[in-house]
């Protein structure tokens, strides 16, 4: 089969696991929306899923929006930033997305403030947690999440509207399940406090484990490989 085809199937079958794990769960299909991780693809192929309607992006590496900024500009879509961000990017990274998803410590917050304030811009962003407190990975740890909050909602022309995680990676998606629930009593337990808005996002689940962020509460779900096939970091 062509590359177009195996994509288009790939994206149907991932929107076939949403349905029937929200209709398995009692919860709206359209309240869960899928989040293209694009991390190595090249623009033809990310052009492919969103002539087929796709909606959401999200790219890891300033770069590579930097990279596949002129093919893809034009499209009418909405673009976050998920991977780890140095605060050196964060006058690039302004340039191309509405939302940030893995803001994690309070400099960085800061930066950011700083310099949307000095644009007149304002942003969406999200508060990553390590919830698998796994030492290499980004993100606030649970127990320090809503101090952080607090600091962040104190800053202006930013706005949390949600948070992020990405699940301790494990053979049975059930072993990941423990850190998507982290997030949503998180969440929970941040708007009991007014910290976060009711409709708040959460940003959970991937391709191997969307069923059980799904349950969970998950809002915003962010699939690579399940669409794009296997990542070419050699590319
Ligand atoms: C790569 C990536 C994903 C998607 O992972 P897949 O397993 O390919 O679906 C989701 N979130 C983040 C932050 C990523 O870096």
């Given at each position: 089969?062509?590359?177009?085809?195996?994509?288009?199937?790939?994206?149907?079958?991932?929107?076939?696991?949403?349905?029937?794990?929200?209709?398995?769960?009692?919860?709206?299909?359209?309240?869960?929306?899928?989040?293209?991780?694009?991390?190595?693809?090249?623009?033809?192929?990310?052009?492919?899923?969103?002539?087929?309607?796709?909606?959401?992006?999200?790219?890891?590496?300033?770069?590579?929006?930097?990279?596949?900024?002129?093919?893809l500009k034009d499209y009418n879509i909405e673009r976050h930033f998920i991977g780890h961000l140095q605060t050196n990017k964060i006058k690039e990274i302004i340039k191309y997305v509405t939302c940030i998803e893995s803001v994690d410590r309070i400099d960085l917050a800061q930066k950011l403030s700083a310099k949307l304030v000095s644009e007149n811009k304002t942003m969406e962003i999200y508060i990553e947690?390590?919830?698998?407190?796994?030492?290499?990975?980004?993100?606030?740890?649970?127990?320090?999440?809503?101090?952080?909050?607090?600091?962040?909602?104190?800053?202006?022309?930013?706005?949390?509207?949600?948070?992020?995680?990405?699940?301790?990676?494990?053979?049975?998606?059930?072993?990941?399940?423990?850190?998507?629930?982290?997030?949503?009593?998180?969440?929970?337990?941040?708007?009991?406090?007014?910290?976060?808005?009711?409709?708040?996002?959460?940003?959970?689940?991937?391709?191997?484990?969307?069923?059980?962020?799904?349950?969970?509460?998950?809002?915003?779900?962010?699939?690579?490989?399940?669409?794009?096939?296997?990542?070419?970091?050699?590319?």
């Amino acid at each position: 089969m062509e590359n177009k085809e195996i994509i288009l199937q790939n994206l149907q079958h991932i929107y076939t696991r949403i349905a029937e794990t929200c209709l398995k769960a009692g919860r709206n299909k359209e309240d869960v929306r899928l989040l293209l991780a694009t991390k190595t693809q090249d623009a033809d192929t990310i052009k492919i899923a969103l002539d087929a309607g796709e909606k959401l992006i999200g790219e890891n590496k300033v770069q590579e929006y930097t990279e596949k900024w002129e093919e893809l500009k034009d499209y009418n879509i909405e673009r976050h930033f998920i991977g780890h961000l140095q605060t050196n990017k964060i006058k690039e990274i302004i340039k191309y997305v509405t939302c940030i998803e893995s803001v994690d410590r309070i400099d960085l917050a800061q930066k950011l403030s700083a310099k949307l304030v000095s644009e007149n811009k304002t942003m969406e962003i999200y508060i990553e947690v390590n919830t698998s407190e796994e030492d290499s990975k980004s993100g606030v740890s649970p127990e320090n999440a809503i101090a952080l909050i607090q600091q962040i909602k104190a800053l202006p022309n930013i706005q949390i509207t949600g948070l992020m995680t990405i699940g301790k990676p494990s053979e049975n998606p059930e072993g990941t399940r423990f850190c998507f629930q982290i997030l949503r009593k998180l969440k929970e337990e941040a708007q009991a406090q007014n910290l976060l808005p009711q409709n708040c996002a959460l940003s959970m689940g991937m391709s191997h484990d969307l069923e059980v962020a799904i349950e969970e509460g998950s809002t915003i779900v962010r699939v690579g490989s399940a669409i794009f096939g296997n990542r070419n970091y050699a590319k």
